[in-house]
T-cell receptor, first 112, second 112 residues
Framework: SQTIHQWPATLVQPVGSPLSLECTVE??????LYWYRQAAGRGLQLLFY??????ISSEVPQNLSASRPQDRQFILSSKKLLLSDSGFYLC???????????FGQGTRLTVV | SQQGEEDPQALSIQEGENATMNCSYK?????LQWYRQNSGRGLVHLIL?????REKHSGRLRVTLDTSKKSSSLLITASRAADTASYFC????????????FGKGITLSVRP
């Protein structure tokens, strides 16, 4: 099975500062990769997904961007954080159509 | 936008009772998946049901799918206090095999 590594677990950043969250995957190759954001007590909002290196699909126009420089590496970035970027960010990996996704343990971002 | 909508939003039952959670969706799907999330953690995949399947079992879990009504149900039998968590349905849409979209989730509390 896959292992999804996300770090850091918690992050406090000032408004206007940059952001880089990294997700790496073990135990698979050429997976679909996903970034989700979860507000407190809410559902998961799909932010970005990628079907391969350099291929990024954006679901919600916002202050964030994503990149996939390697097959098992997915990065979420922002040049200038907003207060509204606070939330719980989850990375996920899925191998195929009829398979479930594996999730990392998430990063709780607080923008102050 | 979120494809799946779960109901109820919150469910509280006594240990030993069965818990039934429902999910409705809007458009044609390839498959529907159920996940569990313990507070502050990543999601764990529970079970997947394909669009041509009507029922699946896994241990104490039973999932049904009614494509004519665009709805699914997750039944947890003989619930335990350890089943306390949030449960989410997720869909993979026909023609959009790479996207995995989640509902808002159901909070299940199992009282010992």
């Amino acid at each position: 099975s896959q292992t999804i590594h996300q770090w850091p677990a918690t992050l406090v950043q000032p408004v206007g500062s940059p952001l880089s969250l990294e997700c790496t995957v073990e135990g698979t190759s050429n997976p679909n990769l996903y970034w989700y954001r979860q507000a407190a007590g809410r559902g998961l909002q799909l932010l970005f997904y990628s079907v391969g290196i350099g291929q990024i699909s954006s679901e919600v126009p916002q202050n964030l961007s994503a990149s996939r420089p390697q097959d098992r590496q997915f990065i979420l970035s922002s040049k200038k954080l907003l207060l509204s970027d606070s939330g719980f960010y989850l990375c996920a990996s899925r191998e195929g159509l009829d398979l479930g996704a594996f999730f990392g343990q998430g990063t709780r971002l607080t923008v102050v | 936008s979120q494809q799946g909508e779960e109901d109820p939003q919150a469910l509280s039952i006594q240990e030993g009772e069965n818990a039934t959670m429902n999910c409705s969706y809007k458009t044609s799907i390839n498959n529907l998946q159920w996940y569990r999330q313990n507070s502050g953690r990543g999601l764990v995949h529970l079970i997947l049901i394909r669009s041509n399947e009507r029922e699946k079992h896994s241990g104490r879990l039973r999932v049904t799918l009614d494509t004519s009504k665009k709805s699914s149900s997750l039944l947890i039998t003989a619930s335990r206090a350890a089943d306390t968590a949030s449960y989410f349905c997720a869909t993979v849409l026909t023609g959009a095999n790479s996207k995995l979209t989640f509902g808002k989730g159901i909070t299940l509390s199992v009282r010992p």
